[in-house]
């Protein structure tokens, strides 16, 4: 594999990769939970803060 595929291959990962955050951002929000958060988090965690995140409860206003 020369650089220039691994380049083009790798640049798939990184927009899989900022997709989920944004979209994971954007169900914290709907659960009423920190979207700036839940992104960075999704930064380093990705997939497993998705499902973190389809398990949590709402969360309730007081």
């Known amino acids: ?3 220039v595929d691994f380049l083009a291959q ?3 990962y990184v ?3 900022g997709t989920l955050t944004l979209i994971n ?3 914290a929000q709907g659960k009423n939970r920190s979207g700036l958060a839940w992104f960075l988090l999704s930064i380093l965690l990705g997939p497993i803060a998705t499902l973190v995140l389809v398990i949590l409860d709402k969360k309730r206003d007081f």
């Open 10 to 12: 790798s640049s798939g």
């Open 25 to 27: 951002a954007g169900i």
């Open 15 to 17: 927009v899989g990769w």
């Open 1 to 3: 594999m020369n650089e």
